[in-house]
T-cell receptor, first 113, second 113 residues
Framework: SQQGEEDPQALSIQEGENATMNCSYK?????LQWYRQNSGRGLVHLIL?????REKHSGRLRVTLDTSKKSSSLLITASRAADTASYFC?????????????FGEGTQLTVNP | DAGVTQSPTHLIKTRGQHVTLRCSPI?????VSWYQQVLGQGPQFIFQ?????ERGRGNFPDRFSARQFPNYSSELNVNALLLGDSALYLC???WGGGGETQYFGPGTRLLVL
């Protein structure tokens, strides 16, 4: 079963606009990771945010984490057609459970040129 | 440096057969995890191996088994294939046993007829 839920399930925007995707989860976590997947290929790691962090940036990506609300958001600024992909959040409960990532269902982002 | 590699890239089997999928982690990584991704869903955790020992098992039947070799590469075996086993099988590697970024390979797409 999936722990996380992504919202929205699908998002369609114009090039240059910002895209925001949200993720909610149910249990305590050690960290939360965001991944991108193009057309059913392998997952590309975007960013990892630890439970004691509230915000993290990487290039055009901004991730926030609110552990009190058990939620995270991924913001992609100035989107490009090449950002079209599925985006997944995945939670890691920590070393006691090994490296078990629990994924949400994903958000399908379409960026129109 | 090479990323995570998986073989084969595609595979077609019939019900009742068995299959072996292979994964080579990033050089220096000691942990390998396996995930199953059914079309339209997020990946689901199957196994994690760290230093050649099983560290975690997901909610999959005993038809699924895996092992890790001294060079940290790994095999996933599935016996008595069912139609529902058709999926993208993803391998991920990380340096340690938990709480770190996992890097995914391109996956093996298995079709069971």
């Amino acid at each position: 079963s999936q722990q996380g839920e992504e919202d929205p399930q699908a998002l369609s925007i114009q090039e240059g606009e910002n895209a925001t995707m949200n993720c909610s989860y149910k249990t305590s976590i050690n960290n939360l990771q965001w991944y991108r997947q193009n057309s059913g290929r392998g997952l590309v790691h975007l960013i990892l945010i630890r439970s004691n962090e509230r915000e993290k940036h990487s290039g055009r990506l901004r991730v926030t984490l609110d552990t009190s609300k058990k939620s995270s958001s991924l913001l992609i600024t100035a989107s490009r057609a090449a950002d079209t992909a599925s985006y997944f959040c995945a939670t890691d409960a920590g070393e006691t459970s090994g490296s078990r990532l629990t994924f949400g269902e994903g958000t399908q982002l379409t960026v129109n040129p | 440096d090479a990323g995570v590699t998986q073989s084969p890239t595609h595979l077609i089997k019939t019900r009742g057969q068995h299959v072996t999928l292979r994964c080579s982690p990033i050089s220096g990584h000691k942990s390998v995890s396996w995930y199953q991704q059914v079309l339209g869903q997020g990946p689901q955790f199957i196994f994690q191996y760290y230093e050649k020992e099983e560290r975690g098992r997901g909610n999959f039947p005993d038809r699924f088994s895996a092992r890790q070799f001294p060079n940290y590469s790994s095999e996933l075996n599935v016996n008595a294939l069912l139609l529902g086993d058709s999926a993208l099988y993803l391998c991920a590697s990380s340096w340690g046993g938990g709480g770190e970024t996992q890097y995914f390979g391109p996956g093996t797409r298995l079709l069971v007829l």
